[in-house]
């Protein structure tokens, strides 16, 4: 049972590594890559010493951590209430409705975001009669980072609670009878048991969140953005996607996701030494 994932893995994610040396070459897809000229450093240099380092790296980390401050509390707070409805049949529908965006394409997701955000659009009418001036909201490079973080909890508060429901049926239910009988209240059972009882997988699930801290996919990005928001919106994996494959810079958006990929690791290595000395909860 575990070859097809320990192939999947070794095909798709270890196997592809070799193809990160073409960050220290100028590489030609006419010579490949052994054959391509060896460069060592320069391509970093060129990004750390560029107009765009610190643009993107700072676009990235807000993004990062707008995305961990609001995105990782979503599904826990949703467990929880969803674990307090008693009548199975409205709960059912609250699971249902939740979990649906995740399963509309991303496309779809994007075409939806820029429709109600559009001048005459649902969103932007709302707020029209407010506060806001009506112009798309898409246009506004103050409001891009709001607009994605606000998505991505819509698209998957639903489908990321799934685990800490999961999570919420291995809790002993004697715990919960104990605390009724001494007269606690559905409040209390939730702050010193339910919470408690969920703590591990927590835990586990942020280290592997602050281990893809810096990792946020450009497909939604490069969906949703234009020159007019670069400014907030232009991140570490949309520069690569425009460096590599429109401006045909390989060597050159290989090292910068490279260069990516080695903070995320010291990041994930940080996170699980801490919580190992400070919950004795870790990864390994």
């Known amino acids: 049972m575990m070859i097809p994932v320990l192939a999947y893995y070794a095909i798709f994610h270890y196997a592809p590594m070799y193809g990160a040396i073409i960050a220290f ?11 391509s000229e060896w460069v060592g450093f320069q391509h970093f240099q ?16 807000l993004i990062s951590v707008y995305s961990l401050l609001f995105m990782f509390p979503a599904p826990i707070i949703l467990a929880l209430l969803i674990n307090e409805v008693r009548r199975q049949a409205f ?3 609250v699971q249902t409705v939740s979990y649906m965006p995740y399963f509309i394409s991303l496309v779809v997701i994007c075409g939806m975001i820029t429709d109600f955000t559009n001048s005459n659009g649902i969103i932007n009418s709302f707020f029209t009669w407010f506060v806001y001036d009506g112009t798309a909201m898409l246009q506004n490079p103050d409001l891009f980072r ?3 973080i606000l998505s991505e909890i819509w698209q998957k508060v639903g489908w990321e609670s799934i685990i800490y429901l999961a999570a919420l049926t291995g809790i002993d239910q004697e715990q919960y009878e104990a605390a009724r009988i001494d007269g606690a209240s559905r ?3 939730m702050w010193y048991i339910t919470l408690p009882g969920l703590m591990p997988t927590i835990v586990i699930l942020f280290i592997l969140r602050i281990g893809n801290l810096l990792d946020v996919g450009f497909e939604k990005i490069i969906l949703l953005y234009n020159p007019v928001t670069y400014e907030t919106a232009d991140v570490i994996s949309s520069f690569v996607y425009r460096k590599g494959l429109l401006e045909f810079g390989w060597s050159y958006s290989t090292a910068v996701g490279l260069f990516n990929s080695l903070i995320n690791l010291t990041l994930l290595i940080s996170a699980n030494y ?5 919950s004795s909860n870790s990864l390994w």
């Open 25 to 35: 070459k100028d590489f030609s897809p006419m010579k490949g890559i052994t054959g």
């Open 46 to 61: 060129e990004f750390f010493s560029s107009y765009y380092f610190w643009r993107i790296l700072k676009n990235t980390v």
């Open 91 to 93: 709960k059912r529908v």
């Open 146 to 148: 709001p607009i994605y």
């Open 187 to 189: 409040l209390k059972q």
């Open 274 to 278: 801490i919580s190992r000395k400070v």
